[in-house]
């Protein structure tokens, strides 16, 4: 036999042996995916119920069993933590009063808030039983009216009228509706940490130049694309919107005005949360003074129907929905609830209005001035709801990679 033909034969069998170990490694997984789902079936049963063949099979693999039992035990814990509790009326009423007092004896109010406080103006929230993250969960589209039709809801115009009186020095906001800016709180005491779906701005006019609207601007944009496909009046530079996804990081100045966010912060001896789940907002560490002792911290208030990652840190948790809650706590506090006035809504006054070659350039729904929405309420009413919309901001782009992860398995299986 010549050295080519030895050769020949080593890699054929290097090969063999390589495709047979291959084999058995599939066979291998096979074996154990079949011994971990027939446990898990086991331990469904009571133990009155399993078999002594069972029961030998749950003894000869207690690893996998006690991993199977904690990964049941967190999914228990995590599907726990996605309900929605309720105060009973009397407790509500007594934390409401242990709120407002807290409120009256601060210095510096800082409230941070999350989608919660505009589910009264049919926007859903993100992990709610009916929230955006948890629709796309379940692997249901999501949808939504066009987003002008909402108004300012009743904590909305709470927090107004609290900054009005200098009970609340500055507003922290997740939210893209622009429903702050509409309720009248001013620009200074306001942070939208994730943009405003009805500004859009130049980034090549230094400063960069804001432009508001009456109509969301975000028609055309989604996740790493901002642009609007309008000109900047002033330099012709593109438009773009101010919407921070999922995934982005903020870097415009206005709206986001983090440095006003962070410094707030600073100042701040109390802060209060509304409809917020915190899982984004706690990472922004600025915001929560943990360089700091506990005990130089601002008190923590939450006001939230599910579990929060900052509960364990807060001096108050009050399980309620933010309108019912705000309104305990004006009444406690002696003041009267606002009522939104779309006569005065800000919007009207800041918007800048399209050029004449611009009007065709987006098919959203423009906020109705106060004279034009009787009409517009008479040809809803004829004409039946329009088509659902799928905003820029609201359901395109947010989508969560979920790794599965891996279960440690008995190597006796």
């Known amino acids: 036999m010549s050295n080519m033909d030895a050769q020949t034969n080593s890699f054929g069998s290097a090969r063999a042996e390589r495709k047979e170990r291959e084999k058995q490694k599939i066979i291998q997984r096979?074996?154990?995916?079949?011994?971990?789902?027939?446990?898990?079936?086991?331990?469904?049963?009571?133990?009155?119920?399993q078999t002594q063949e069972e029961r030998r099979l749950l003894q000869d693999h207690q690893d996998t069993v006690q991993e199977l039992k904690r990964r049941q035990s967190r999914r228990r814990l995590l599907q726990s933590k996605l309900e929605e509790v309720f105060d009973e009326a009397e407790s509500l009423q007594s934390k409401v009063k242990q709120l407002a007092e807290a409120l009256q004896q601060a210095q510096y109010v800082v409230v941070y808030t999350g989608a919660g406080i505009s589910t009264a103006a049919s926007?859903?929230?993100?992990?709610?039983?009916?929230?955006?993250?948890?629709?796309?969960?379940?692997?249901?589209?999501?949808?939504?009216s066009d987003l002008s039709r909402a108004e300012p809801t009743l904590t909305h115009m709470c927090l107004w009228l609290l900054h009005k009186e200098k009970m609340v020095q500055h507003v922290v906001s997740q939210n893209c509706d622009g429903l702050h800016l509409r309720s009248g709180l001013p620009r200074h005491a306001l942070s939208e940490l994730h943009g405003n779906m009805f500004i859009e701005v130049c980034s090549s006019c230094r400063p960069a130049r804001e432009l508001i609207r009456v109509f969301d601007v975000t028609e055309r944009t989604a996740l790493h694309r901002h642009g609007t496909g309008r000109?900047?009046?002033?330099?012709?530079?593109?438009?773009?919107d101010t919407i921070v996804h999922f995934g982005e990081r903020g870097t415009l100045e206005q709206p986001l005005n983090w440095s006003g966010a962070a410094q707030a912060a600073q100042r701040a001896?109390?802060?209060?949360c509304l409809g917020s789940s915190l899982k984004v907002l706690k990472k922004y560490s600025c915001l929560w003074c943990m360089n700091r002792p506990a005990n130089k911290r601002p008190k923590l208030y939450i006001v939230n129907l599910q579990w929060t990652p900052k509960d364990n840190l807060a001096t108050l948790?009050?399980?309620?929905?933010?309108?019912a809650v705000m309104s305990l706590l004006m009444e406690e506090l002696g003041l009267e609830v606002p009522v939104y006035d779309r006569s005065q809504d800000p919007i009207f006054s800041l918007a800048k209005a399209l050029g004449p070659q611009e009007q065709d350039s987006h098919t959203r729904e423009e906020i109705a001035p106060p004279a034009a929405v009787e009409e517009d309420?008479?040809?809803a009413q004829a004409q039946g709801q329009g088509p659902a919309l799928q905003g820029g901001w609201f359901g395109r782009g947010y989508s969560k990679a979920r790794r599965k992860k891996k279960i440690s398995i008995d190597p006796k299986a």
């Not at 926007?123 to 939504?144: A, E, F, K, M």
């Open 30 to 49: 096979e074996k154990q995916r079949h011994t971990v789902k027939t446990i898990s079936q086991i331990l469904q049963k009571s133990a009155g119920e």
């Open 123 to 144: 926007i859903p929230d993100y992990r709610g039983p009916n929230g955006v993250w948890t629709q796309l969960q379940r692997g249901r589209s999501v949808s939504t």
């Open 231 to 240: 000109r900047c009046p002033h330099c012709g530079g593109e438009l773009r």
């Open 269 to 272: 001896d109390l802060i209060l």
């Open 317 to 323: 948790k009050i399980h309620g929905k933010c309108d």
């Open 377 to 379: 309420s008479c040809d």
